[in-house]
């Protein structure tokens, strides 16, 4: 009997290769960026996606709250609860483990989970934990530092996320790019004190590849993770249905279709994987941030 898992997104490969992989680790995430490799992340939400992912290759899988947008049809992250993200990130840990994945599970800490204390911050990311998340995620700068110190702390890794933050899209007047100007020095300011508060990844969306190149090079201990940043990061992410080209609405333009010309989700994402590997993903020059 085979051992492969077959999936309508791609036939997994055997169960042994996959294991043979070293798990995905902080030490391994260091490694990867000490040697000049870029990291590669995707979203996920199911158990399903997340092994194909894993199976691609995808270094760390971020059980974004992106999944308000794409999986419940909201407008925004905001309506996006705690309960639901714990159950989505159970459920893409539980796909991990079914194929003795490697992957590095990130969870996001909803909007209205964090922003009280650093106590409901500790409960929250708790819960996703527990879950089988191996990090959490929070949006912001300024304050959201003494969250991170008191989460680091506790033994919980964090990955902070500025520029463009999704959860308070309606304070920064909408999809943007944000760092431009005079908010460039704040934006600096804030992801050097993440980084010294214990942040030890951060996602950089919608900044100006200037400055997201710069911000790599000045935080030697936090993996920048870009999102229509530019090329310059350590590392890049995309929304998975964007990649796919399946969203509900119309791609930003930094997002690149990986499924045309290719004949399963598992190819599409394998070609993500090796373009953000060998550099030709993003592409500074077409998609023109600045």
């Known amino acids: 009997m085979s051992n492969t898992h077959a999936s309508p997104y ?18 391994r995430l260091n490694e990867l960026r000490a040697r000049g490799e870029k990291i590669t992340m995707l979203t996920a939400y199911d158990a399903t996606f997340a092994a194909v992912a894993d199976a691609a290759g995808v270094e760390c899988i971020l059980v974004g709250d992106s999944l308000g947008m794409v999986c419940q049809g909201l407008t925004s992250t905001v309506g996006v609860t705690l309960d639901t993200m714990r159950y989505h990130v159970e459920s893409v840990a539980r796909g991990i483990r079914r194929v003795q994945g490697t992957a590095w599970i990130i969870g996001d800490l909803p909007f209205g989970s964090y922003q009280e204390s650093k106590e409901q911050a500790l409960r929250s990311a708790t819960v996703l934990m527990q879950a089988g998340a191996h990090m959490v995620k929070l949006e912001g700068g300024g304050w959201t530092t003494d969250v991170v110190h008191f989460l680091v702390e506790r033994g919980i890794p964090v990955c902070a996320h500025l520029g463009l933050t999704p959860q308070t899209v309606h304070a920064l007047g909408g999809y943007r790019v944000q760092g431009r100007g005079e908010s460039a020095t704040q934006l600096r300011q804030e992801a050097i004190r993440l980084q010294d508060a214990g942040a030890t990844m951060v996602v950089l969306e919608m900044v100006p590849e200037p400055l997201s ?6 935080l030697p201990t936090c993996h920048t993770i870009g999102i229509g940043a530019g090329n310059g990061t350590a590392g890049q992410v995309l929304v998975m249905h964007d990649m796919l080209g399946v969203n509900l609405g119309k791609n930003p333009k930094f997002v690149h279709n990986f499924m045309e010309g290719h004949a399963s989700v598992l190819d599409a994402m394998s070609a993500y ?7 030709t993903f993003p592409d500074n020059a077409k998609h023109a941030w600045v």
């Open 273 to 279: 994987v090796a373009a953000v590997k060998n550099g």
């Open 10 to 27: 791609g036939t997994l490969p055997p169960a042994s290769p996959v294991a043979a992989r070293k798990p995905i680790s902080l030490p």
């Open 213 to 218: 190149t710069a911000l790599t090079q000045e």
